[in-house]
């Protein structure tokens, strides 16, 4: 597991793929700014943006649509 330090210097100003796990393809590319900023573009063209951080050990992630809005939190 990265400690929390780690998972912003992976994340911060980085362009970071997202992968289906199931079927392996790439279904969007996400861009976590300085400014705690997120970026979200599927393959399809569908777009969003919201907000990211740190806390301990895991980041969040919190988009104006995606998942209806709703706090997702992930560990490295």
Known sequence: MLCGS????????QDIYV???ETRARVA?????TDGKVEMVHVDG???RGT?????????T???QFRDGSLNTFVL
């Open 6 to 13: 780690d998972v912003s210097a992976f994340l911060t100003a």
């Open 19 to 21: 992968f289906d796990p």
């Open 29 to 33: 590319e996400v861009i976590y700014h």
């Open 52 to 60: 990211w951080g740190i806390e301990g050990n895991a980041y969040w």
């Open 46 to 48: 569908w777009k969003d």
């Open 62 to 64: 919190r988009y104006n």
